[in-house]
């Protein structure tokens, strides 16, 4: 085991409400209303919400119906992804002026490697000051920001301050900083895992750490390891460039819920052809598909096959995804179907685990 853990000064920064702020700044008329972009019919989702819908209980991946019904007054825009994209573009171009190392988690996010930069600047704290500055004066879009010794603390630190401002967890607060955590607000606890967390009596990062690796194990699988470490500030993982695709997907939602399985085929032909097109586009293929399903209560359910070969041939893909689908009964009607790809033919043999370094006791100017 390595007993220093490696000097970096990471940033993630995070455009605040993104899409519905940019709607805000073509569209200066909709500020200071509650605005949600993706559809208000019955059938359609919350893309997006700015701060004034989020306060109504309005968040993405929320039916516009329920929307509505949370928030009467609430404004409906059609999402505009090739305006978006522009803007990202912009927002990124600003990254690259402080360094080369910018690793892309979507449009409105991104995690920089600032340890070494363009500019000289060795506190990262006022890069991601006046990173965020330029991106309100050159574009009119506020954004957070988190900086901290590694991309896990860095993530979890840039929501601390939303919306429009950042937060800088130093090498010696990393451990007070994650013992007082809530254990919600560690990033890739979700949901169901907070509450099996909190019947186990783990409620902050505190109660995290007291519990051993076996035991996490035991309860988590694989993901206790992760747990036991990142809990004691230990995520190694580096700020990489250009991101290879851990799987490749298509999905669709239909206008009315299906019941019928043989109607299911006739949509996962078409979407087994989408997803063809996606691997053959980028020369992938991968060896474990995933058919998701999502019902008309909104409950999601995933079944997945590892075959002993890598496919990107339709045919294939369709004949795995139908069998996954027959698996077993279906418990409702369906408003959403997918299939994906994983186990890809680009994914290289990890060099370096999470157990590789344990030391957070570092002390360098941030």
């Known amino acids: 085991m390595n007993n220093e853990l490696p000097l970096r000064k990471i940033i993630h920064v995070d455009m605040d409400?993104?899409?519905?702020?940019?709607?805000?700044?073509?569209?200066?008329?909709l500020k200071g209303k509650?605005?949600?972009?993706?559809?208000?019919?019955?059938?359609?989702?919350?893309?997006a919400a700015n701060y004034e819908a989020r306060k109504f209980g309005v968040r993405s991946a929320m039916s516009g119906y329920l929307a509505k019904k949370n928030c009467?007054?609430?404004?409906?825009?059609k999402p505009r992804y090739t305006r978006y994209k522009e803007i990202s573009k912009r927002v990124k171009d600003i990254f690259f002026d402080y360094t080369d190392l910018v690793e892309p988690l979507s449009l409105d996010e991104a995690y920089l490697d600032v340890t070494i930069n363009k500019k000289?600047?060795?506190?990262?704290t006022l890069i991601a000051q006046e990173i965020r500055q330029r991106i309100l004066n050159e574009i009119g879009l506020t954004a957070s920001a988190g900086i901290s010794i590694n991309k896990f603390i860095a993530k979890v630190a840039s929501d601390y301050n939303k919306p429009n401002g950042q937060k800088t967890v130093n090498p010696e607060e990393v451990?007070?900083?994650?013992?007082?955590?809530?254990?919600?607000?560690?990033?890739?606890?979700?949901?169901?895992?907070?509450?099996?967390?909190?019947?186990?009596?783990?409620?902050?990062?505190?109660?995290?750490?007291?519990k051993s690796l076996e035991f996490l194990e035991e309860k988590f699988g694989k993901s206790g390891s992760y747990y036991f470490h990142v809990v004691r500030g230990i995520h190694?993982?580096?700020?990489?460039?250009?991101?290879?695709?851990?799987?490749?997907?298509?999905?669709?939602?239909?206008?009315?819920?299906?019941?019928s399985e043989i109607f299911m085929l006739e949509r996962l032909e078409h979407i087994a052809e989408e997803l063809e097109r996606r691997l053959k586009k980028s020369n992938i293929a991968g060896?474990?598909?995933?058919?998701?399903?999502?019902?008309?209560?909104?409950?999601l359910q995933t079944r997945s096959k590892t075959l002993p070969y890598f496919i990107a041939d339709k045919g294939l893909i369709l004949e795995t995804a139908k069998e996954l689908l027959y698996q077993e009964k279906m418990e409702n009607s369906v408003r959403l179907l997918g299939i994906s790809l994983a186990n890809l033919n680009t994914e290289k043999q990890k060099t370096e685990t999470e157990e590789d370094s344990v030391s957070v006791q570092l002390r360098f100017d941030f």
């Open 17 to 29: 409400a993104f899409y519905a702020s940019v709607e805000e700044l073509d569209y200066p008329e």
């Open 34 to 47: 509650p605005v949600a972009v993706g559809g208000s019919e019955k059938r359609g989702v919350v893309s």
């Open 72 to 77: 009467p007054q609430i404004i409906f825009v």
């Open 120 to 124: 000289g600047n060795p506190s990262a």
């Open 175 to 210: 451990v007070p900083f994650l013992e007082a955590l809530e254990i919600r607000k560690f990033y890739g606890v979700g949901k169901v895992t907070a509450k099996k967390m909190y019947g186990l009596g783990i409620f902050t990062g505190k109660d995290l750490k007291e």
């Open 236 to 259: 190694t993982s580096e700020v990489k460039p250009h991101r290879i695709p851990k799987s490749v997907g298509a999905e669709r939602t239909f206008s009315e819920n299906l019941s």
């Open 287 to 299: 060896k474990t598909i995933t058919l998701k399903i999502k019902y008309s209560d909104f409950t």
